[in-house]
Nanobody, 120 residues
Framework: QVQLVESGGGLVQDGGSLRLSCAAS????MGWFRQAPGKERNLVAA????????YYADSVKGRFTISRDNAKNTGYLQMNSLKPEDTAVYYC?????????????????WGQGTQVTVSS
C-alpha cells in the first residue's frame, strides 16, 4: 500500500508561485491532477519513476514544472505565473506502472488533495 501526503497549497495572488510536495511511500510514477468546483478532475502533469518522461497539460506548459527526488521519496509541482483559473483542489496520484501516465484511471493511489487559490 502506497501512502501519499501532499503539502504546499494555499492562497496566492495572480502571478505568484507555489510549490506542491507529495511524499510517496513506494516505487511509483506520479501525477498531479486538479479539480475546480463543478468541473472534472484533469491531469496537470505526470512524471515517470525515473523522471526522464514528463507530460504537461497545455494550460500549464511553460508555467508549471513537475519533478521528483527519489532519495527523499517526494514529488514536486512548481507552479509559477499562477492565474485565477488555476484555482482548484490539487491531487497527487501514484501509479504502479512506473510510466508517466496521462489517464487518471491508471493511477492506483491518490492523495487527500490540497487547495490552491489564486486571487485576482
Amino acid at each position: 500500500q502506497v501512502q501519499l501526503v501532499e503539502s504546499g497549497g494555499g492562497l496566492v495572488q495572480d502571478g505568484g508561485s507555489l510549490r506542491l510536495s507529495c511524499a510517496a511511500s513506494g516505487r511509483t510514477s506520479m501525477g498531479w491532477f486538479r479539480q475546480a468546483p463543478g468541473k472534472e478532475r484533469n491531469l496537470v502533469a505526470a512524471i515517470s519513476w525515473t523522471g526522464d518522461t514528463k507530460y504537461y497539460a497545455d494550460s500549464v506548459k511553460g508555467r508549471f514544472t513537475i519533478s521528483r527526488d527519489n532519495a527523499k521519496n517526494t514529488g514536486y509541482l512548481q507552479m509559477n505565473s499562477l492565474k485565477p483559473e488555476d484555482t482548484a483542489v490539487y491531487y497527487c496520484a501514484a501509479s504502479k506502472s512506473l510510466r508517466a501516465v496521462k489517464d487518471g484511471r491508471e493511477y492506483d493511489y491518490w492523495g487527500q488533495g490540497t487547495q490552491v487559490t489564486v486571487s485576482s
